[in-house]
């Protein structure tokens, strides 16, 4: 409980505070301690009968008491201060930085999380019904990258080169445009997150979607192909079915949480540090092109961005768009899979879950870093047959997506969407 007059041990953390220019007050230091944000005094024994007794700031309170007060204010929450303490490197207690990261994936909701027993596939028949009637889908391509991609196009054709490079069509073995819609993408992603792992027919699609005017995608061919084309490498990190599993397969929030809960805390920093790393240099990217564009010169930044549209590094540029102003204690990176939107066409820049400032997503969205889903039963990880696609249902005119001038089938079982597609009316 605070008091009219500081203890001595706190009043050397509230000039110390303030010898740095910044205003703590006792009760600052008693919240802070309330949320195990800053540790408390350390006893140095009584003075004698009726004389009280000692204490003394730990050690690493004077760094913390400083970090804790230049980043603390309105709205922000305990676990915002915990992990931007945690990414500055300073003593946060590890309890504090693990219940964070914890809490962080918390926040991360699908439809039916609160019927766990439900069967598997009536599960994801829910959630396709849930993402129709409610309109959600995903943001395949922010506004900031499709104009990017537009700028670049019309000032190579003004230079007399065909656009997109027709050298590409002869790196894929099924070019044509993309045919997956945002609500697909919304079932892909939340199927993800409870399953943990993504079919290779779902992945390829995507990266077409997520790249809609290239006319021909190599490396989503190379995910269409990779049975065939690496079969000892296939069998190594394929399912029977054709599903990637990028961790256990299981639930992938649960993963989060074990990780959070068990990785050392210098991995954990070292992957926050990069994320954040990736996602300014992904701005950092986005502003040299578009100088280049007003320029009408296209250079350096310009090519750096068309290596890598088709590649990993282009998705980390769509995930920083599509999380602008994200929370504190979000993850400095979210995945395309994440940041969904309720009634947004193809391009659309707004989108919850990182974009939504401190509130909470709508219940029942798709909220996680995952790239993975594999339907498996709850008694143990027995390949489950498909999800539904999203096209099986009536779709409003900005779901549609231009059909390809033949099928195209990822080499393998032949599970996907596809399997189950009929005619939009």
């Not at 990785?263 to 990069?274: E, G, I, S, V, Y």
């Not at 564009?293 to 590094?313: C, F, K, P, V």
């Not at 282009?314 to 979000?330: C, M, Q, Y």
Request: negative net charge; charged residues 25%.
């Amino acid at each position: 409980m605070s008091t009219d007059t500081p203890s001595a041990a706190d009043q050397l953390l509230l000039d110390h505070a303030r010898l740095n220019g910044l205003d703590v007050t006792e009760k600052n230091l008693e919240v802070w301690r309330s949320r195990r944000l800053l540790p408390g005094n350390i006893s140095g024994g009584g003075l004698g009968r009726g004389k009280g007794s000692t204490s003394s700031p730990a050690p690493e309170s004077f760094d913390l008491v400083l970090g804790l007060a230049r980043h603390a204010g309105r709205g922000k929450r305990p676990t915002d201060l915990a992990l931007l303490l945690f990414a500055e490197g300073l003593p946060v207690p590890e309890q504090t930085v693990r219940a964070a990261f914890t809490a962080a994936v918390d926040t991360l909701t699908v439809h039916g999380d609160d019927e766990p027993d439900t069967d598997p596939d009536q599960r994801l028949d829910d959630l396709a019904d849930h993402i129709a009637d409610a309109g959600l889908t995903v943001t395949l391509v922010p506004a900031r990258a499709r104009r990017i991609d537009e700028g670049i196009a019309r000032l190579a054709r003004a230079a007399g080169h065909t656009w997109p490079p027709p050298e590409l069509t002869a790196l894929d073995k099924n070019p044509g445009a993309p045919t997956a819609t945002p609500k697909d993408a919304a079932l892909a992603a939340a199927a993800a997150a409870i399953n943990g792992t993504m079919s290779l027919e779902d992945i390829s699609d995507l990266l077409r979607a997520m790249n809609p005017t290239a006319t021909a995608n190599p490396i989503a061919s190379l995910v269409e192909t990779t049975r065939n084309d690496g079969p000892e490498f296939a069998d190594a990190v394929l399912t029977e079915d054709n599903h990637l599993a990028l961790g256990p397969v299981r639930d992938a929030r649960e993963h989060l949480r074990d990780l959070a809960a068990t990785a050392p805390l210098q991995d954990l920093a070292r992957t926050w540090k990069t994320a954040a790393g990736v996602r300014q240099w992904a701005l950092d990217l986005c502003d040299r092109v578009e100088e280049e564009l007003a320029t009408g010169q296209l250079g350096e930044a310009a090519l750096e961005w068309m290596n890598g549209r088709y590649a990993m590094a282009g998705l980390a540029v769509l995930s920083t768009l599509k999380e602008r102003d994200r929370p504190p204690s979000s993850t400095p990176s979210t995945p395309w899979c994440c940041s969904t939107s309720s009634g947004s066409s193809t391009g659309s820049t707004g989108s919850f879950p990182a974009a939504s400032g401190t509130s909470s997503p709508p219940r029942g969205c798709c909220r996680h870093p995952s790239a993975s889903s594999s339907r498996t039963s709850s008694a143990g990880t027995r390949p489950l047959p498909n999800r539904r696609s999203m096209s099986d249902r009536p779709r409003s005119v900005e779901d549609e997506a231009p059909d390809r001038t033949g099928p195209r089938r990822t080499e393998g079982a032949g599970h996907g969407r596809d399997q189950h597609r009929a005619t939009a009316p």
